[in-house]
């Protein structure tokens, strides 16, 4: 009841909720704390991937979840928590529309051009 | 577009091998089965604590103490895996909770039987977390994308467990008569109820077909149970101990060990919540529950005189 349950990036569906819930309950019993998602970056120079999510009541408290849940085996240096409601992501099923600006852009890739031989050999 | 086109086009991206995201348009029942599914395997993997962490404080040395408490703190590892992808369907975690502490939620079977010597540890690393090891094999294909990233993680923590059971089992029949003995007693105990982890044969399996075609499942409960079989049956003549099945035999034409049949009255009397120890599983789950709400206090108390005295400070 102290923290509302958050819509994750995921449940984009307002219905959703609804239809999940067997009780009809008008008051959230949810007390699980907000969701953070977890990002790890597996070595140095790596770039940090998606891992996971859990509960925490803040910030410092998330980490420290992070560490235990999604680094038990030196998975990651490095750890990013961020609030899973501050997260927007495109939808799946615009994929096609949403990226199709590239589609007509082969000229953007090496393959597009051809080169003498000579100079291919020397670089 | 309508409900039957979306479904078609649906059926044909898993026909394809895609993968289904949290955001991508599913079935209802799509959705609803997998929430079924892996919230059973969350609880599994919770209950699953108990009758191992049951030895933790009588574990016969200090590398096997901080083995099996290793062990212990990744179940509940897996449970959170397995909790935070539920939820990637809409599934509240308080629900899936609640469901389970209320006795509404199903769980692995096999965590409703006892766990009465040391030599049940070392079996249940081998047998229980072998067949573990082969369903979440095939799940780590499934077709939803986070129930089968939680499962690629799992299995890569899953093996470590079967080997320390595995390096146990072969330690103890190599050991002295008595060892010998509790560690045949532990496999005669363990072995048919880790079969009845599979679920029922395929003809009384109401969900299979609609898991398989939906690509959640690719093998059915009987042909992984019959891998479990195999590769079970050659390590236990390995460290030469007996299989408790006099059924059990060798077919040199399908390559099969081929065994007896299971006690399906035993199975369902234990999923409906009359095993040994489902009453006592279940006690054991809501006390944790209620003795660790100290800590949940404390956790919200901290954080909240941490934001007071950053708004103070600003």
Known sequence: MRYPSRSRLSTHDPNLKENMSEKNDTESKDTQW??????TQPRDGKPHEHAGSLHAPDAEMALENAR??????KEAVNIWVVPSDQIVASK???AGPFFDPADDKPYRHPQFYSVPRASKRRS | M??????EKFQERIDNGETIEPKDWMPERYRKQLIRMMSQHAHSEVVGMLPEGNWITRA?????????LSKVQDEAGHGLYLYSATETLGASRQEVIDQLLEGKAKYSSI???????????AVIGWLVDGAAIINQTMLARSSYGPYSRAMVRICKEESFHKKQGYEMVATMADGTPEQQEMIQDAVDRWWWPTLMMFGPHDDDSPNSAELIKWGV????????RQSFVDRHVSEAHEVGLEIPDEDLEYNEETGHWEFGEIDWDEFWNVVKGNGPMNKERMKSRREAHENGKWVREAAEEYARKKRLAKEKAS
């Open chain 1, 34 to 39: 907000p969701l953070w998602e977890v990002f």
């Open chain 1, 68 to 73: 235990d849940v999604y680094a038990r085996r």
């Open chain 1, 92 to 94: 799946g099923e615009d």
């Open chain 2, 2 to 7: 309508d409900e039957e086109s979306k479904k």
């Open chain 2, 60 to 68: 016969p040395s200090l590398r096997r103490k901080m083995i099996l």
């Open chain 2, 111 to 121: 965590f409703n039987y006892p766990t009465l010597s040391w030599a049940d540890v």
């Open chain 2, 217 to 224: 499942k690719s093998k059915t409960n009987d042909e992984l």
